[in-house]
């Protein structure tokens, strides 16, 4: 493209005439800087599907992984990939290439990777103490649990037991106390366990629950106790039959 200047005093000055060539191309090109310095041209966010696929070997502890993924592509998208070979979410991988951390923003090919390279995949050491500690929790969970149902099936018993005083006692039959007596401390040994039990969310609402069943059960051996002690004992008396001792016989006496 030929461009002309104009000199200062207004008139086309055919010296200053340049011949330049079209840049336009040029000042469409984006740039980067690498992280090693290197100021590179921006990829374009398109795959270019001409690259060459690479078939990669991926270590991962005692397993090995066979991925293969366009040159061209990022090791966040490499993890990606990953995710759906060992489960780790990508913000969880550490992906390793010659001994050296790689970002997610960084090219394979860049990297110096060719097809049958090898990469190290490593877990994040926090997401490894953060699944630990999830783990314990939900050990301790299972357990509280198994206690939580251990307990209510211990009043399921006991509370039939209570029903079954109480049908005696309406029938009018006394209970002996130290039957009554008995069966609170059984309940109150199950009132105990519940408060050992640290608990939230759903959990705290089944202690709750059988807590209340417990205390609803003394409650009831409390106002049956009340109720036998009125009840009258039934004396049970035993009609005896009087006999008359027989009159004394008139004996003949022969000389």
């Known amino acids: 493209m030929i461009k002309k200047r ?45 690259a060459p696929i690479l078939r990669l070997r991926v270590a991962y502890g005692a397993l090995r992984y066979g991925i293969s993924i366009n040159s061209q592509a990022t090791f966040g998208e490499l993890k990606k990939l990953l995710t759906a070979e060992t ?3 990508p913000p969880e991988q ?3 290439y010659r001994g050296k951390e ?13 097809d049958r390279s090898k990469v190290v995949l490593m877990e994040d050491p926090a997401n ?12 301790k969970i299972q357990s509280a649990h198994r206690v939580i149902s251990d307990v209510a099936m211990e ?8 029903s079954a005083i109480d049908k005696s006692i309406a029938k009018g039959s006394t ?6 007596t008995t069966l609170i401390e059984m309940l109150m040994r199950q009132a105990i366990k519940l408060d050992s039990i640290p608990t939230d969310g759903d959990l705290s609402a089944q202690k709750s629950l059988q807590a209340k069943r417990v205390q609803k059960c003394v409650e009831n051996l409390d106002v049956l106790k009340i109720s036998n002690a009125r009840v009258k004992p039934v004396v049970v008396t035993t009609k005896w ?15």
């Open 102 to 114: 790689r970002g997610n923003g960084e090219y394979l090919d860049m990297c110096g990777l060719k």
């Open 241 to 255: 039959e009087t006999f008359d001792p027989p009159t004394t016989a008139q004996w003949e006496f022969f000389d």
């Open 155 to 162: 009043v399921d018993k006991l509370a039939d037991q209570v």
């Open 6 to 50: 104009l000199s200062f005093n207004g008139k086309l000055n055919e010296n200053s005439t340049t011949t330049t060539t079209s840049t336009s191309k040029e000042e469409d090109i984006e740039w980067e800087m690498r992280p090693g310095g290197m100021l590179v041209q921006k990829r374009c966010q398109k795959t270019d599907f001409s």
């Open 175 to 180: 209970v002996p106390e130290v039957q009554m």
């Open 87 to 89: 489960g780790l979410e």
């Open 128 to 139: 490894k103490e953060k699944r630990f500690v999830e783990m314990r929790r939900n050990a």
């Open 94 to 96: 550490i992906v390793l």
